[in-house]
């Protein structure tokens, strides 16, 4: 015995520097790569849109950036810098060339020195945000221009970084910068609803909603899955999981009793506060699952699948399906709640402008009580 425990950890021992020296290696060749790719550029590309541009760029970049200065020393560093992290790069030396650049071409941020012949910084912001305001542009400048740089926000500009930088200063800076613009672009998005097979290991995303194939939708937003036997599993949809965001607690219908379509079946909790969730079928509820209050969390990642709450064993399948909603009837469904959704959250929290508005992963968990079961009630008490 105490040699096949030996002989265990030795094996465990063995995969753990196995696996630690592939991952070493990885990391090395993609460096290599990235240095090689990096030493390329290094050679002018006399393209015609940009006579002085120099492009560094690395498959499936972080973000594709474009950096405009007259000191190729600055440049020199943004490229050595940010190309071996992971981004792509280009490179030039004027606004006139910049300019022409993201006129055909795609990049997530420009950077922008302040001070330059011909055409400023100031310029090249103002410019930018009107022929490409998805483009987020960043200020490059010195101690003396701060204030010139802070104006540049207030023509769009997100954001400056102050030269002279470390290498940790501007890999942070850029981090954080694109972590802001992501989260921005998130927030932005016009949620989608599409149907898709997903599992307890695909997390959903927050700017878009998923009904799993062949799964009905009842108007309370419960999920109805038919099994084999002809049993009905029954959870919360994504539109009430995302909408409700943190979930403490379910009560559970009692074992073996009997339930008719539109009765409360089962009870999710937030904190002091709970929501009754309508059956979407009539029959016997034939088995509770237990096993997803040991791990609330996982419905985060899909409220389908294995996280179902309980099953019925249904008795009026032929007559009470048609009522529910599959396919892009669930869709078109799902698509007429959000905006009904939208409408009365901000008539309640006296929004007025639509495009302050932002649809948000557990947006009522965070409402005043009254107006928390007014939402509640109106969506998923139906």
């Not at 050679?43 to 007259?70: H, T």
């Not at 998923?210 to 419960?222: D, K, T, Y």
């Not at 939402?375 to 139906?382: D, M």
Request: net charge negative; aromatic share 8%.
């Amino acid at each position: 015995m105490p040699l096949f425990i030996l002989a265990l950890v030795l094996f465990i021992v063995a995969d753990v520097v196995i696996r630690f020296t592939i991952k070493k290696m990885n990391e090395k060749k993609l460096r290599k790569e990235r240095e090689d790719i990096l030493q390329e550029s290094i050679q002018l590309d006399f393209s015609k849109e940009a006579v002085s541009l120099k492009r560094a760029d690395v498959p499936n970049p972080k973000a594709r950036i474009l950096c405009v200065d007259d000191e190729d020393v600055i440049l020199d560093s943004f490229r050595k810098i940010l190309v071996l992290d992971g981004y792509a790069i280009d490179t030039v030396n004027s606004g006139a060339e910049a300019l022409n650049l993201i006129k055909s071409l795609h990049y997530d941020f420009l950077f922008t020195d302040l001070k330059m012949p011909e055409m400023d910084g100031v310029e090249v912001t103002k410019l930018v945000k009107h022929l490409r305001p998805d483009i987020d542009v960043i200020i490059i400048t010195g101690y003396a221009t701060v204030e010139t740089a802070v104006d540049c926000m207030k023509l769009g500009a997100m954001d400056y970084v102050q030269k002279p930088f470390t290498e940790d200063e501007l890999l942070g800076f850029t981090k954080k910068s694109l972590i802001k613009r992501q989260d921005r672009i998130q927030k932005q998005l016009k949620p989608r609803v599409h149907i898709a097979h997903l599992t307890e290991k695909e997390k959903l995303g927050a700017g878009e909603f998923a009904i799993p194939g062949g799964v009905f939708i009842s108007e309370g937003h419960c999920w109805a899955s038919i099994g084999q036997d002809g049993t009905v599993k029954v959870g919360i949809d994504d539109f009430a999981k995302k909408l409700i965001g943190k979930i403490t607690g379910i009560d559970f219908p009692n074992l073996g009793m009997n339930i008719i379509k539109g009765q409360p079946l089962f009870t999710i909790k937030q904190g002091n506060r709970s929501i009754q969730f309508l059956s979407p079928v009539s029959g016997q509820v034939k088995n509770i699952n237990h096993e997803l209050v040991e791990d609330l969390e996982a419905m985060d990642f899909t409220p389908y699948e294995k996280n179902w709450i309980c099953s019925i064993d249904s008795d009026k399948l032929d007559t009470e399906l048609t009522q529910l909603k599959i396919g892009k009837n669930a869709v078109n469904f799902y698509q007429e709640d959000i905006e009904k959704y939208i409408d009365r959250i901000k008539e309640l929290i006296k929004s007025d402008a639509p495009e302050s508005f932002e649809l948000q992963w557990g947006q009522i968990e965070n409402l005043e009580e009254k107006n928390w079961y007014i939402i509640t009630g109106e969506f998923f008490r139906k």
